[in-house]
């Protein structure tokens, strides 16, 4: 079976979130199962040198864009087996940042028409074309619309995965005409058509064959007001076509056994010591007061609202002067939680940590050395943060929601059961009652403490599973 893969990220290319992640590890995993899966990308100018050098170019053509022609160049490279695309246009991808610029619907309009007209100058029909987010959703539609009458393209099928329903890619109706060269036919209510716009995501959503998201609470919550982001009615519409398949996390990468970033590799038969040991490395390199025994709580995360930073930034004092415990805050983000955790380092010395960064390093080694991960974010669609926590038997704290409902397991005191320890009600007694519920469990019962480290060592996040699921949901497709 042939699968194209489309993203505008991939790491270790480019990667600004879990999107990245997916694009990497999924297709990986799909082709050590047997897919011929290739990943197509664009091709912005910040690729590391060292992939830089390994490119080759395919070929290079124009598409028409509106009132104009613009170039697109196909250069690739294969990385852990998979073959790799890249559309080059450096007008379009030779910019600061991946996204936010004035030009965003235009730039990946251009990416979109790339991709499809590619597929018969490299020679690869697939039998799936699998697109991720709003900037690849209207693939879908103008495979339905624009190039209907390619007959090479007439038995591809359409899957689309939304990462995060919050971005949807909204553009003025003379989008249409101006990006895309096509006619109006697709400007209505089971169209693009959205509150007098031209809606990307809605579009993919009402053109592909299957909706995917990346948890099954995920696929739930957003066709409620609460969570769908004005699109809920389109999904509970098309709920016929839609799933949540939860997201894994790359096992190689994310191995306390091998991770080369932190001091004491360990598994879990020695995962107590080596957090000790790797505990106080970390403190001793950002600052906080070296002590094995003292309950270290990590955070890794964009420092935002969505992450639900302001429960912490609202119950950081009242915790750090209740309890013995320390805190480190590795991000970046608003201005006010920076600020906030700033404030916080400045007050409580050696006790309290603001790392305002993004240091990949770093993150793992508070994977590997904190007790508790927290992790309250308001609304989550799958998480891996909580995932990668566990991987390193560092036991998460999260709220009930999307991804993170699917992959915490909470602990029952009374069983012994679970993986880490959750908060239903979105708000900051509450999550800090479950932080001090969490520090009772470390402080008095050690072998309780223990026995769910285990557990949560124990449990499954790789991709094996998620990508067989892919894999019939593609087969169902193709028979």
Not at 168 to 194: A, C, R
Not at 210 to 232: H, M
Not at 433 to 456: C, G, K, S
């Amino acid at each position: 079976m042939k699968v194209l893969f489309v993203a505008a990220e991939g790491a270790p290319f480019f990667k600004t979130g879990g999107l990245g992640d997916v694009a990497y590890a999924l297709p990986k995993e799909l082709r050590k199962q047997g897919i011929d899966i290739r990943v197509v990308l664009p091709y912005y100018t910040q690729m590391p040198q060292k992939f830089e050098e390994q490119l080759t170019d395919v070929t290079s053509f124009r598409v028409e864009l509106g009132y104009k022609t613009a170039y697109v160049g196909i250069k690739t490279l294969v990385l852990d087996n998979v073959q790799y695309y890249f559309v080059d246009n450096l007008a379009y991808f030779d910019r600061d940042q991946l996204y936010g610029q004035g030009d965003d619907g235009e730039r990946f309009g251009f990416f979109d028409i790339a991709v499809i007209e590619m597929m018969e100058k490299i020679d690869f029909i697939p039998d799936i074309i699998h697109v991720n987010d709003w900037q690849a959703a209207m693939i879908p539609a103008l495979l339905v619309d624009r190039y209907h009458w390619v007959e090479a393209y007439k038995n591809i099928r359409k899957v689309l995965t939304i990462h995060n329903i919050r971005f949807q890619g909204w553009q003025s109706p003379d989008s249409l005409n101006h990006i895309f060269k096509t006619t109006m036919s697709l400007y209505h209510e089971n169209g693009v058509e959205k509150e007098g716009q031209v809606n990307y995501l809605k579009g993919g959503i009402n053109f592909s064959d299957r909706v995917t998201t990346v948890s099954p609470n995920y696929a739930r919550e957003i066709q409620t007001p609460a969570f769908g982001e004005k699109l809920d009615g389109e999904l509970r519409y098309n709920n016929w076509k839609l799933s949540g398949i939860i997201n894994g996390i790359d096992y190689d990468q994310n191995n306390p056994a091998t991770d080369p970033a932190i001091t004491a590799n360990y598994d879990a038969s020695n995962v107590i010591e080596a957090k000790k040991a790797n505990k106080m490395a970390l403190q001793e390199r950002i600052g906080l007061k070296v002590d094995p025994d003292v309950a270290l709580l990590g955070v890794v995360t964009r420092l935002t609202d969505q992450k639900g930073m302001q429960l912490l930034q609202e119950k950081a004092e009242e915790l750090l002067n209740s309890r013995n415990v320390q805190v480190v805050v590795l991000g970046t983000g608003e201005a006010q939680f920076e600020n906030s955790f700033r404030y916080f380092e400045w007050k409580y010395g050696g006790q309290f940590c603001a790392y305002i960064d993004f240091d990949v390093e770093l993150a793992q080694q508070i994977y590997a050395s904190a007790d508790l991960f927290l992790m309250p974010s308001a609304f989550e669609p799958c998480g891996l943060s909580q995932m990668i926590s566990m991987r390193y038997g560092t036991l998460p704290i999260v709220h009930e929601t999307g991804g993170l409902s699917d992959t915490v397991q909470p602990y029952n005191q009374y069983t012994g059961e679970g993986n880490g320890f959750s908060f239903n009600i979105f708000n900051g007694d509450t999550f800090l009652q479950t932080i001090h519920y969490a520090l009772d469990v470390y402080e008095q019962n050690p072998d309780a403490w223990y026995q769910l480290i285990q557990q949560a060592m124990a449990t499954d996040f790789s991709w094996t599973e998620p990508a067989k699921e892919y894999i019939a949901l593609y087969e169902g497709l193709v028979h």
